[in-house]
């Protein structure tokens, strides 16, 4: 049974750190592209951060880029978040997603984890 499951989120003030971690089970963990969205209320889904299968290669959005790292441990099969410098606008409920082509797309999500910025 596939499953991812997100972790970490919480009320956080401004300028504060969160670290999200994102454990998967029940799939080759280190063949999948994994990506972090967030989804903002009344908001499109937004991209936020991707990283390669071995995590050699990351990518972010401009909106988070310089405050937020996605990094993975292929070992414990779980991808993280570190959020630091964090504004009002990175409330969102944030989740996890493994992709990967064999043949055809194999999409995986987590259920999400909030994070709230507020004074």
């Known amino acids: 049974q596939v499953q991812l499951v997100e972790s970490g989120g919480g009320l956080v003030q401004p300028g504060g750190s969160l670290r999200l971690s994102c454990a998967a089970s029940?799939?080759?963990?280190?063949?999948?592209?994994m990506r972090w969205y967030r989804r903002a209320p009344g908001k499109e889904r937004e991209l936020v951060a991707t990283i390669s299968s071995t995590g050699g290669s990351t990518n972010y959005a401009d909106s988070v880029k310089g405050r937020f790292t996605i990094s993975r441990d292929n070992a414990k099969n779980t991808v993280y978040l570190q959020m630091n410098s964090l504004k009002y606008e990175d409330t969102a409920a944030y989740y996890c997603n493994a992709n990967h082509w064999l043949g055809r797309a194999y999409d995986y999500w987590g259920q999400g984890t909030q994070v709230t910025v507020s004074s």
């Open positions: 029940g799939f080759t963990f280190r063949n999948y592209m």
